[in-house]
């Protein structure tokens, strides 16, 4: 699946603040949603969070209850690490500093998502970002 926006920790922890530019975001890719159906072309899920993205925003004190709204948004979706993926991720944490932004930048790089969410959009070097 492709998605349109994968959002790092900042952009998860921006959400939990109430950050009216991911709010916004967030509304955009809910107002294009379908739900999924191979009889009528749905969208699906259009926004991927990845579980360590959750994990490092709550470690950093996000309210757990917005994390949980965001994650019932019906255009998000949690995403879990793959086993087949832990080198690249593990390179990725080593260059970018954090396991969130290797999950991001490696759902990004691959075509797994078109940008990512960020308030750190300059520690992705050349990947598409859009900036909170």
Known sequence: MTYRLVLD???????????????EVL???GDEYRPSDPDDGGTGPLVCVPVAAVIAAVLAGADHDRVAVLLGLP??????????DWRRIANG??????????????DQATGRAGMILTAEPDVYGGLDTIRI
């Not at 255009?75 to 087949?84: D, T």
């Open 9 to 23: 920790a900042t952009a998860v922890a921006a959400y939990a603040a109430e950050s009216i530019h991911v709010g």
């Open 27 to 29: 509304a955009e890719a």
């Open 75 to 84: 255009h998000v979706s949690a995403a879990a690490l793959l086993p087949g």
């Open 93 to 106: 944490a080593d260059l970018l500093g954090s396991l969130d932004r290797a999950c991001a930048a490696l």
